[in-house]
């Protein structure tokens, strides 16, 4: 069966990166777009960007270009997502999808990333 | 940039059928694509594709889209389908847009 299993809570300082995996099984990790979403506590779903595994092709939302990098390690199945220059209104949960062209069908269980001084 | 639409609430009495509905321009063009997520769990995929239901989801859960408006409907609602519920579509300038979000009351 499809998992997307991804790392553990962070927290991190304001200023500071982070960089959250997501570890696919059960499927070909080349196949499919991995998509990051986050959701601040009370707050609806928002679309960080896209990767293509097979590629390494990326787009990013407007709103994160130049903060945020997604990568991958086909090896492992493993996707990454990395956001720098914290603050404060990071703090979410941050969730890695895996997207059947324009829908995605499979979410991971997602990581809690709290930003605070 | 491409806006999705949605009611904040909608409430429905036990049994009874609930609409929640997803407004955008030309919605109608697009396919759409439907999510419940219920407190501290990560989204589930309920319609896909304006109309079609994955494999395990009821088939109370059903879908339409017509012109600047989609829908999803949930017949004969039940307590379980409390939930928020989030209309996507895909947009060539701004790729993956989520709809603001709907939470459902069931009474």
């Known amino acids: 069966q499809v998992q997307l299993v991804q790392s553990g809570a962070e927290v991190k300082k304001p200023g500071a990166s982070v960089k959250v995996s997501c570890k696919a099984s059960g499927y070909t990790f080349t196949s499919y777009d991995i998509n990051w979403v986050r959701q601040a506590t009370g707050q609806g779903l928002e679309w960080m960007g896209w990767?293509?595994?097979?590629?390494?092709?990326?787009g990013y939302a407007q709103k994160f270009q130049g903060r945020v990098t997604m990568t991958r390690n086909t090896s492992i199945s493993t996707a990454y997502m990395e956001l720098s220059s914290l603050r404060s209104e990071d703090t979410a949960v941050y969730y890695c999808?895996?997207?059947?062209?324009?829908?995605?069908?499979?979410w991971g269980q997602g990581t809690l990333v709290t930003v605070s001084s | 940039s491409y806006e999705l639409t949605q009611p904040l609430s909608v409430s429905v009495a036990l049994g009874q059928t609930a609409r929640i509905t997803c407004g955008g321009n030309?919605?109608?063009?697009?396919?759409v694509h439907w999510y419940q997520q219920k407190p501290g769990q990560a989204p589930v995929l309920v319609i896909y594709r304006d109309s079609n239901r994955p494999s395990g989801i009821p088939e109370r859960f059903s879908g339409s889209n017509s012109g600047n408006t989609a829908t999803l409907t949930i017949s004969r609602a039940q307590a379980g389908d409390e939930a928020d519920y989030y209309c996507?579509?895909?947009?060539?300038?701004?790729?993956?847009?989520f709809g603001g979000g709907t939470k459902l009351t069931v009474l």
């Open positions: 999808a895996r997207a059947d062209s324009s829908f995605i069908d499979y």
């Open positions: 990767m293509n595994p097979n590629s390494g092709n990326t």
């Open positions: 996507q579509v895909w947009d060539s300038s701004t790729y993956v847009v």
């Open positions: 030309n919605i109608g063009s697009k396919n």
